[in-house]
């Protein structure tokens, strides 16, 4: 056991620091937002439509519980500050644009309960939400355990999106998470959608940003209808909450009504 995962597991606090790879700052696109009462990177990150680990970037903070101080000035990094340049996942000879189709099996790849923050500035505006919904379970410590992503609370059969470009890997089933899908994408991140009603692509196929790839479900362990969501890279399992744009109207942490994880 690493060191790392002995903090983890001790269930200690950690802190999550940013590294020091980060996006120059354009002023002639970026706003600055003066930090009043109340205001926070989350609350901040949803009213912009960025992700808190851009704002952490940007602003070259420690970390995303740094506290912010009455008056302080915050870089909002606009898309452009954002975009590095392109270095996609190189697409299989084979892999096909991904269309409606049988599900095919994929094998199940183990993953070290490890937790992380983004330590580089290309991922910060990589992500979409995969569905629409509010989020009735967070990522991290459950009192039943660990929760590796997050839950998005939805009506069956509602669409799962494709949260970046990518090749399938994984399309079948596991008892755990029941119909379930995993994406590889640049950088060396995977996507998990679990518990869906019904895959609509297939390991082999390419898909874009935003494309629908399966339907809301309930299947393996799972209780109610939801889509539960990873961001994983290299074996670490990463916050999704810090790594997607917070825009209001698209999903919300239901900070009232949280549910134990169902997986």
Do not use: C
């Amino acid at each position: 056991m690493t060191a790392t995962r002995a903090l983890v597991a001790a269930g200690l606090g950690i802190a999550l620091l940013v590294g020091a790879v980060s996006v120059p700052a354009d002023p002639a696109n970026d706003r600055v937002h003066t930090i009043a009462r109340g205001d926070t990177l989350y609350a901040l990150a949803r009213r912009y439509g960025v992700s808190v680990a851009a704002l952490v970037s940007a602003n070259k903070l420690a970390s995303d519980r740094v506290p912010l101080r009455l008056g302080q000035r915050i870089v909002i990094p606009s898309p452009s500050t954002l975009t590095l340049a392109p270095r996609a996942l190189a697409r299989p000879e084979r892999a096909r644009v991904a269309d409606p189709g049988p599900r095919a099996r994929g094998l199940r790849a183990p993953i070290d309960f490890v937790l992380a923050v983004p330590d580089f500035a290309e991922a910060l505006s990589a992500f979409v939400w995969p569905a629409e919904g509010s989020v009735s379970s967070a990522f991290g410590r459950r009192r039943s355990g660990w929760h590796r992503g997050i839950d998005i609370r939805a009506a069956r059969r509602e669409p799962i999106v494709a949260a970046a470009a990518g090749v399938v890997v994984v399309a079948g089933v596991e008892p755990r998470y029941g119909r379930v899908l995993k994406i590889d994408h640049e950088y060396g991140f995977t996507t998990v959608y679990a518990h869906n009603d019904e895959n609509l692509v297939e390991v082999g196929d390419w898909v874009t940003p935003g494309q629908r790839i399966a339907s809301v479900g309930r299947t393996g362990r799972a209780t109610n209808y939801h889509v539960h969501f990873e961001i994983r890279r290299n074996g670490q399992v990463y916050n999704p909450l810090y790594m997607l744009p917070m825009p209001g109207s698209v999903a919300h942490v239901d900070e009232t009504d949280e549910e134990e994880p169902d997986e």
